[in-house]
Nanobody, 116 residues
């Protein structure tokens, strides 16, 4: 069974940066593409970024392209999301999951709040 635990969120001013981490249990982590997703209050969860199993390919939502960077360390079973130039519209709970996501793998997420 895979468990995903997100961390690194917090309160930051607009223009600031945060680095999110997603620690995964399970020996098959490195076999799968992984993604970051977010859900803002009153909105549906949306795709943010994804990375292939090897880390060689990355994809981003248009809204974060050029500001966010996804990476992974398969030796540590961890996926990261470096977020720069944060905007108030980036405020949301951020989740990681496989890409495409698996329902039973959703964790608690980590709250990111950007003040303007």
């Amino acid at each position: 069974q895979v468990q995903l635990v997100e961390s690194g969120g917090g309160l930051v001013q607009a223009g600031g940066s945060l680095r999110l981490s997603c620690a995964a249990s399970g020996r098959t982590f490195s076999s799968y593409a992984m993604g970051w997703f977010r859900q803002a209050p009153g909105k549906e969860r949306e795709f943010v970024a994804s990375i292939s199993w090897s880390g060689g390919s990355t994809y981003y939502a248009d809204s974060v392209k050029g500001r966010f960077t996804i990476s992974r360390d398969n030796a540590k079973n961890t996926v990261y999301l470096q977020m720069n130039s944060l905007k108030s519209e980036d405020t949301a709970v951020y989740y990681c999951n496989r890409r495409p996501p698996v329902g039973e793998y959703w964790g608690q997420g980590t709250q990111v709040t950007v003040s303007s």
